[in-house]
């Protein structure tokens, strides 16, 4: 879609601006807004971002938050003026959330903010601070030690045990720099080594390792108003992951289990929260216990199955910021969400490993509604997924393998 043609819908109704839309967190947030006839707008950092190319929004490339925080801001005060009403910001990811949450005053001239203030979001950026709210008001934790150093690293090594895992409060800077948002930790050896390594990154947490598999992962995904109130809110756990255990979902189903979504609301309403959020719980095999892993201030990567289930959370903090709140519905039970291209790219490995067996898999995709990237209503940012992908494949096969003469 052209600027243009945004601008002049635009006109007839407030619009949407989606940040962050590489993967399928943003770019099924412009899906799910589209469907109600919301104007969009997709804004990435990243000129190759999927969301950039989906008909049904026009695209626009932003400063990097990571590097330029205030040129980001800037960015957003100097679109503003462009839009004909006041826009609705949804940031999908924390680099983008952080900088719109300390700056909303800045802002509010020209965007409706359907989230929290950084007076609460900072409570959620510190995953201490999840964590001492939980158990305060009686929300389950795995067995924890927070490390600030040597003396706690070595309390939490006797109290906690191996294999644990090792992870930052402070995510963000972990996650750039690892390339991943946890590490885990099979000895003290090992333990002493890794701190070496990451002491730098403020507080850390050493964490029990809660039994089961994948599948025992569990999300309460929610919309909560301005004074906690939950106006949408989905459950659902995962049945797969890319890699395994501590990786990001391939496939998920929806289940609505009501002791996860009373706890995960007690813990929101508790740290005042307002905006669509993802609490992830893991149910403990042991106990049956659901233990809180995080909360995600933010869209996670599944959440248009809860739209597929009739839980819709774009369109309700997009009708709340603009002044029309609606009640979602209770949803649907036993639907799947899936990115295909990761799960089928698993599944064929483990055949090959002789781990998997083709026909459980493939029954596995009864009740598949959504996937997070493809969609025949929005074809482009799949196509240039595989397009990409295939690519890739092609020039590692072309490479010399190792010995051979260039």
Known sequence: MRFDKFVKAAEQRHPAVVLQVSWANGLDIIRDLAADDVPLLAVDDNPRALGLHSR?????????????????????????PRLPRRAVLFPTHDQYIWPISKSAKRLERWYLIPFSRWETMQRLHDKREQLETAKRVGVDIPKTVFVDGDDDLARGADEIGFPAIFKPVESLAFKIRFRRHVLEIGSRDELLRVYDKVRDCGTLMLQDIVPGGDEELYTLGSYLDARSRPLAQFTGHKLRQHPPRFGHVSMAASLWVPELAEAGLRL????GYHGVSQVEF??????????????????????????????????????????????????????????????ARDAFSRWRRGDEKLGPWLRSYRGVRVDGLYSLKDPLPGALLTARQLRTMITRKGRPHEGEAP
């Not at 049904?56 to 503003?80: K, N, T, Y």
């Not at 929101?268 to 740290?271: C, G, M, R, T």
């Not at 029309?324 to 990761?342: E, F, I, N």
């Open 282 to 343: 893991k149910r403990d095999p042991r106990d049956g216990r659901y233990r809180l892993m995080e909360v995600n201030a933010r869209h996670w990567m599944w959440h248009s199955l809860a739209t597929a289930c009739g839980v819709n959370l774009s369109l309700a903090a997009y009708r709340d910021a603009i002044g029309d709140p609606y009640v979602a519905r209770r949803q649907s039970d036993g639907l799947k969400w899936v990115v295909s291209l990761t799960d």
């Open 56 to 80: 049904l929004a026009a695209g626009m490339v932003c400063p990097d938050p990571r590097e330029d925080e205030e040129a980001f801001i800037m960015f957003l005060e100097q679109l503003g």
């Open 268 to 271: 929101l309403h508790e740290l």
